[in-house]
């Protein structure tokens, strides 16, 4: 390789790949960590046994599309495990009880008529009705001075002196007293059809602490909660008159025209069955005065309820709202955007095809996630140290041209990676980073094969520049034929293997690819343009003349 070849090949090279990590870096583009490196979760969904592979497919794919959906999660993976598993793993993820409902709901999704809501938040409404007759007392306890009194939701409780006297069913201890329970529950009556639970295990029963309905059943009546942990509104509903299979779409958009002028909307759009069975149910919702709860209809998924719009009011009892299109207004709301695009995506993939159960939850802190890459750095920056160290004191200056083709590897590899995270959402994972560390022993590999093919060169008489250019030939047939080993072996695990594993392969798969890039155009110019130095090339002990010692002949004669 002539010299003017070897400096613009060289020139190029480090230009490119220099420049091409200072560009990625300066615009942020950074590799994106996998779960074990930035924290996040993990979540293992099983299916009943018996399941049709299809269907665990059709049910991966939309809890991807639902994750994709929610905007804030980086690169979900999300993996068929065995015949009946769903792996989930959800890096980086910020809000972890949205994302897992995105994955774990099983997407009952129906529309309820209201019939009536609570007016206290998180108590049911069925807690508020009075008992027909005599509502004003049940129950006579005579308690000592400052004992403590309660009631149930819905009665009243006066006290005088050492008398309490309570309505609507009432518990009262006294120390060393007498003790009085009552049922709470036994004036209330309950729609046709549904039983408390203990009564009668069911689905659509009411439980008697909470008055709330655990499994509803779409065609009875139901008491559901909006937000269970938090206390949210009870909603007493009616049988399902639409169901997310009557569903085709749901979007949510700026609206610019019509109702919900100069806010967030989330339009509706229904198949044909569908759409008649809405028109009848907003005929009848609409009979109902505007305010009244009987004109809401309520988004149940899963029990819970997401939504419960009011029939606008321009809409005609006699007509409904016809076609197979609504528009869903979100009211006074803070957040419109976001809640338009929470309860899109809850219509929108909101059914899955089977059931699944949550089998396992792993959760990764940011700290561990943090903590684990920081080692994986500092044993790879440890090996790079210890190699370059051998590389030097075996090879001298060529060992010079290792440590630095080693840093044009290393910069390769992270620019690739980034552009693979920017472009295809690609991360990072732990088993990733071990891939990769793996490589820089690869890659030494390759320069420990063409300097020994340069020295047997030399023993065999031939110059230093001639045994330079002979031994490339000789080592790249080498280095190919391993690199080609490597190469099949990691695209093999990438196709066959899971989880961390595809990410090990991932690596060694670029760290393979990049390896014979850095050869070609980095490591060949590198020495041929070493051999033209006086003092680097046939110089002293640290030239490459030093290393490789001197021809057959000339030791022979000397």
């Keep these: 390789m002539s010299r003017r070849s070897a400096i613009v090949t060289l020139t ?11 560009l ?16 996040g979760f993990a979540v293992v969904l099983n299916a009943p046994e018996g399941t049709d592979p299809e269907v665990i497919e059709q049910a991966a794919e939309i809890m ?16 068929v495990l065995g015949d009946s598993s769903i792996e989930v793993q959800l890096p980086g993820v910020t809000n972890r009880d949205r994302a897992l409902a995105a994955v774990g709901t099983t997407g009952s999704l129906e529309f309820r008529p209201v019939r009536d809501i609570s007016p206290i938040p998180g108590v049911s409404p069925l807690f508020f009705q009075l008992p027909p007759e005599d509502p004003t007392t049940t129950t006579t306890t005579t308690v000592p001075s400052g004992s403590t009194t309660t009631a149930a939701p819905g009665g009243t409780t006066t006290t005088a002196g050492t008398t309490t006297t309570t309505s609507a069913g009432t518990t009262t201890t006294s120390a060393g007293g007498t003790t009085t329970t009552v049922d709470p529950t036994a004036h209330i009556v309950l729609p046709d059809g549904v039983t408390w639970c203990d009564e009668v295990e069911q689905a659509g029963c009411v439980d008697r602490a909470t008055g709330l309905t655990p499994d509803p059943d779409p065609l009875l009546d139901a ?23 009557d569903l085709t779409g749901a979007t949510a958009q700026f609206s610019q025209t019509g109702t ?27 009979a109902f005065p505007i305010g009244d709860p009987r004109r809401q209809f309520a988004i149940a998924l899963d029990g819970i309820v997401q939504s419960a719009p009011q029939i606008a009011s321009s809409v005609d009892p006699n007509v409904g709202i016809p076609g197979d299109s609504a528009v869903i207004t979100l009211g006074s709301s803070p957040n419109q955007q976001e809640e338009a695009s929470n309860l899109s995506v809850v219509l929108r993939y909101g059914s899955l095809p089977v059931a699944f159960e949550q089998a396992t939850v792993q959760s990764v802190s940011a700290t561990l996630g943090s903590d684990s890459l920081d080692a994986g750095l500092i044993a790879g920056l440890i090996g790079i140290i210890l190699v370059a160290a051998a590389m030097l004191l075996y090879y001298r200056a060529l ?19 980034s552009l693979l995270g920017e ?20 890659t030494s590999d390759s320069y420990i094969v063409y300097f020994e093919r340069i020295k047997e060169e030399v023993q065999r008489g031939r110059s230093l520049r001639g045994a330079i250019d002979h031994a ?3 080592a790249l047939r080498t280095i190919l034929t391993a690199d080609f080993a490597s190469f099949v072996g990691a695209v093999l695990l990438f196709f066959l293997a899971i989880g961390s594993v595809k990410g090990f392969a991932l690596a060694l798969l670029v760290a393979t690819v990049c390896d014979v890039l850095v050869v070609i155009f980095f490591t060949r110019p590198a020495v041929a343009l070493l051999a033209y130095s006086k003092s680097l090339g046939e110089g002293g002990r640290m030239s490459i003349r030093g290393a490789v010692g001197m021809p057959a002949e000339e030791v022979g004669g000397a």
Aim: without cysteine; negative net charge; aromatic residues 6%.
């Design 399 to 417: 060992g010079l041209v290792n440590v630095i083709g080693l840093t044009v590897f290393g910069s390769l590899v992270l620019v690739v990676f």
């Design 12 to 22: 190029i090279t480090l230009v490119v790949v220099y420049g091409s990590l200072i």
């Design 260 to 286: 919900g002028l100069g806010e967030w909307v989330v339009v509706l759009e229904f198949n044909a069955g569908g759409s008649v069975k809405f028109t009848e149910v907003t005929k009848e919702l609409a």
């Design 64 to 79: 991807r599309r639902r994750i994709e959906a929610l905007g804030n999660v980086q690169e979900p993976e999300i993996a």
């Design 472 to 474: 490339f030939s000789r």
């Design 223 to 245: 008491f559901l909660v909006s937000e269970p942990e938090d206390g949210g509104i009870v909603y007493h509903v009616a049988p399902a008159r639409v169901l997310g299979s």
């Design 24 to 39: 990625t870096q300066a615009t942020g583009t950074t590799p994106r960590l996998g779960l074990d490196l930035q924290g």
């Design 423 to 442: 472009l295809r959402g690609v991360t990072l994972t732990l088993a990733g980073v071990a891939g990769l560390i793996v490589a820089v022993g690869i």
